[in-house]
């Protein structure tokens, strides 16, 4: 029978033994080093520029040692300086790691609150920003955050009682003002209490250039349209932007705004003198240049309205902002040369969506050519593809009503208007060009409606307003006596106020109404003030 040599086997177990303990303490060595060699390669990588390495050793690292928090925080400022939109949601993941691990780092639960806002993660972000404010309740920024995070939750109510928590918490910083008058100037029903925002920034900080600036853009864009404009001397936009150039000479925004103010008041010379000396000292302003260029273009200047775009297209060598409007000027100018060099132009330096800009331009060209069938299928082709470019969509649309208005399909020129009036439906050159294509098609009423509409812009010309004025005359001319009449009159002296003192325009605007409404011999006597108030 055989039998066990219990010598031999305890000595094999022993090695066994042996050699897994020596095993074990490699491992044990190994495990310890290979993380802190990982860390010396991701800071190595670190120090010689190459954050994507450094962040794939981190990343390996914390597979080691997964609640190392410090290394999670490094890995975090990493992937904060990454662009794109995966690295915001690993980001986010990270946070809420290093803060499970310690929810005592503040810095990064502010870090958080912040990734989770650009995430549109508001629910988050609200949770974070009340966290952080249980300890940091004097914090206005973080106020501000969280009434953002508020905001897009649609809690309305307590988006605004943040919002003014961070003006009380911090009633010297302009952007709370800034924030809280902007959360309430998109609610039209809120407006008042906007203006009361930017009222109270100017009287707290009244040496702050940009509260006025503020102040006066407000008042500018949301007016309403339809309202007289204050005389020139006494317009408090226009005293508002002298009192911010005052405090802080040189500012584009009070070159740019002070212009299209001057434009309202149709002093066209002084607008240009505002844009002309704001480009000095920002020559390289897209705004300033454009507007400059249109304002040439309305005073008939064609040639130079392209000077001032092509020395702009000098100074801002890559943009399309300035390009596009540059080529539209040389083909109404007939430079076909120029305007095929500024197509090559954009397709070889490929900016961003650069195909419906070109694509644009040929358009443009085919219609020069009068070419209007390929003129039409470029430009309905143009509308699918500038879904990122509103303005250019609307260009498209109105282009193509030209289009078919030159190839006798007056449906197609409706439909076209129409899709530009629906989706912003204050575009005067839609509007007036829409009710012309009623006109033209009998449809009188619906003109009537459009030129309404048209004239409630304050860009209106006195040719739009007196067209208006004529068709409602014709129309209450044609009824019993009624207090339309009175009503219409009315009217007309208003649009006859908005259109100021600079000009005989508002003049010229009452005797037209006068004449069409019957009555020749008051209209005569307004001509004859008005011609006597601007012979000199």
């Given at each position: 029978m055989p039998t066990i040599n219990k010598r031999f086997l305890i000595r094999l177990l022993l090695a066994i033994a042996v050699l897994a303990g020596v095993l074990v303490a490699a491992h044990t060595i190994q495990a310890s080093r290979i993380p802190e060699s990982l860390k010396r390669q991701a800071e190595r990588a670190t120090d010689a520029g190459q954050p994507d390495k450094a962040i794939r050793y981190l990343r390996q690292y914390l597979e080691f040692r997964p609640t190392d928090a410090d290394i999670q925080e490094r890995l975090a400022e990493l992937l904060r300086e990454r662009p794109g939109e995966s690295s915001r949601s690993e980001l986010v993941f990270l946070y809420d790691k290093i803060l499970r691990t310690d929810p005592g780092r503040q810095a990064v639960r502010l870090e958080a609150v912040i990734a989770c806002l650009k995430l549109h993660r508001y629910t988050d972000a609200a949770t974070h920003a009340r966290t952080y404010l249980k300890d940091n309740p004097n914090d206005a920024t973080v106020w501000r955050h969280l009434g953002r995070a508020l905001v897009g939750q649609h809690e309305l109510d307590n988006?605004?009682?943040?919002?003014?928590?961070?003006?009380?918490?911090?009633?010297?910083?302009?952007?709370?003002?800034?924030?809280?008058?902007?959360?309430?100037?998109?609610?039209?029903?809120?407006?008042?209490?906007?203006k009361a925002a930017y009222d109270r920034a100017v009287a707290t900080l009244p040496d702050q250039a940009q509260g006025y600036v503020d102040r006066a853009d407000f008042a500018m864009h949301t007016a309403d349209p339809g309202a007289a404009l204050p005389a020139q001397q006494d317009d408090p936009v226009l005293k508002d932007l002298t009192r911010a150039s005052e405090l802080s000479p040189g500012l584009a925004e009070v070159a740019l705004y002070r212009g299209e103010r001057l434009q309202r008041h149709r002093d066209v010379l002084a607008a240009r003198a505002s844009y002309v000396d704001g480009l000095k000292l920002h020559p390289n302003h897209e705004r300033l240049n454009l507007s400059l260029a249109w304002l040439e273009v309305h005073r008939g200047n064609l040639s130079g309205a392209i000077q001032v775009l092509e020395e702009a297209l000098e100074r801002c060598k890559d943009t399309t902002e300035i390009v596009v409007p540059l080529a539209d000027l040389l083909i109404l100018s007939g430079d076909a040369t120029r305007t095929q060099a500024i197509i090559d132009r954009i397709e070889q330096r490929k900016p961003k969506n650069y195909k419906p800009r070109a694509n644009y331009l040929r358009g443009r060209q085919a219609m020069h050519r009068q070419a209007w069938d390929e003129a039409i299928a470029i430009f309905t082709a143009l509308r699918a593809e500038s879904i990122e470019l509103p303005a250019l969509e609307t260009?498209?649309?109105?282009?193509?009503?030209?289009?078919?208005?030159?190839?006798?399909?007056?449906?197609?020129?409706?439909?076209?208007?129409?899709?530009?009036?629906?989706?912003?439906?204050?575009?005067?050159?839609?509007?007036?060009?829409?009710?012309?294509?009623?006109?033209?098609?009998?449809?009188?009423?619906?003109?009537?409606?459009?030129?309404?509409?048209?004239?409630?812009?304050?860009?209106?010309?006195?040719?739009?307003?007196?067209?208006?004025?004529?068709?409602?005359?014709?129309?209450?001319?044609?009824?019993?006596?009624?207090?339309?009449?009175?009503?219409?009159?009315?009217?007309?002296?208003?649009?006859?106020?908005?259109?100021?003192?600079?000009?005989?325009?508002?003049?010229?605007?009452?005797?037209?109404?006068?004449?069409?409404?019957?009555?020749?011999?008051?209209?005569?006597?307004?001509?004859?003030?008005?011609?006597?108030?601007?012979?000199?």
């Open positions: 988006a605004q009682k943040s919002f003014e928590t961070a003006i009380d918490k911090a009633p010297q910083e302009l952007v709370g003002y800034q924030v809280y008058a902007e959360f309430l100037r998109y609610d039209r029903k809120a407006l008042v209490a906007a260009r498209a649309n109105l282009l193509l009503a030209n289009c078919y208005q030159q190839t006798g399909d007056p449906a197609k020129v409706i439909e076209s208007l129409q899709l530009v009036t629906m989706k912003e439906p204050g575009h005067l050159d839609a509007r007036v060009s829409l009710a012309q294509a009623y006109l033209n098609g009998g449809r009188f009423a619906e003109a009537e409606k459009e030129y309404e509409a048209a004239a409630a812009n304050p860009n209106a010309s006195p040719a739009v307003i007196e067209t208006l004025l004529q068709l409602k005359a014709l129309r209450v001319a044609t009824l019993p006596p009624s207090a339309d009449a009175t009503v219409l009159e009315r009217q007309a002296v208003d649009f006859a106020n908005r259109l100021g003192q600079k000009t005989a325009d508002g003049g010229l605007i009452l005797a037209g109404y006068a004449r069409t409404a019957g009555k020749p011999r008051a209209s005569l006597d307004i001509l004859q003030k008005t011609l006597a108030q601007h012979s000199t």
